[in-house]
T-cell receptor
């Protein structure tokens, strides 16, 4: 089975801190994604990557950046955390272009105080 | 605008009954649709998908129906079990090869 691992289950940070969320997948998938999930809003795409060192903005990229130096790892960076970035963050991967079958990690609940 | 919506935010069913979760989509360019299940404390999990050249697809205890005329998608779960209690999301591909558009989710509660 595909395994997508997110480094932290819960994080508490202060406003203005730089925050790194790490995600690793073990199935050699080409595509990786970062979503945030908020009650009543479903999943919203922040950034995605379809290849190493490639990245594309999703629907809500403001305040975030990403890094994909290796195929298996996709990092989400909050340069200066704000309270409105308190959310559940979900990482996902998929095999290739056009594959809608995403494999999700268990999520990181980030609280920014 | 592009959106994926759900008619019922919460659905409560008796164990053993069939469940039907509905979803409306608005992007005519979408040709691929997926249902995901999210249990408490976990990430969403793929259940079943369907392409626009089909109107029905069956899996194990689940059936997805697609009505392109009215832009409607439904997930049917047969003989609903307590383990089916979760939030269910529909998603569509819009006009992208990479991105999915997710609905806001429907919570399914199974009464014993």
């Amino acid at each position: 089975d595909v395994k997508v691992t997110q480094s932290s289950r819960y994080l508490v940070k202060r406003t203005g801190e730089k925050v790194f969320l790490e995600c690793v997948q073990d199935m050699d998938h080409e595509n990786m994604f970062w979503y945030r999930q908020d009650p009543g809003l479903g999943l919203r795409l922040i950034y995605f990557s379809y290849d190493v060192k490639m990245k594309e903005k999703g629907d809500i990229p403001e305040g975030y950046s990403v890094s994909r130096e290796k195929k298996e790892r996709f990092s989400l960076i909050l340069e200066s955390a704000s309270t409105n970035q308190t959310s559940m963050y979900l990482c996902a991967s998929s095999r290739s272009k056009g594959s809608g079958k995403l494999f999700f990690g268990s999520g990181t609940q980030l609280s920014v105080l | 605008g592009e959106s994926v919506g759900l008619h019922l935010p919460t659905l409560s069913v008796q164990e053993g009954d069939n469940s039907i979760i509905n979803c409306a989509y608005s992007n005519s360019a979408s040709d691929y649709f997926i249902w995901y299940k999210q249990e408490s404390g976990k990430g969403p999990q793929f259940i079943i998908d369907i392409r626009s050249n089909m109107d029905k697809r069956q899996g194990q205890r689940v059936t997805v129906l697609l009505n392109k005329t009215v832009k409607h998608l439904s997930l049917q779960i047969a003989a609903t079990q307590p383990g089916d209690s979760a939030v269910y999301f529909c998603a569509e591909n819009g006009d992208s090869s990479y991105k999915l558009i997710f609905g806001s989710g429907t919570r399914l509660l199974v009464r014993p």
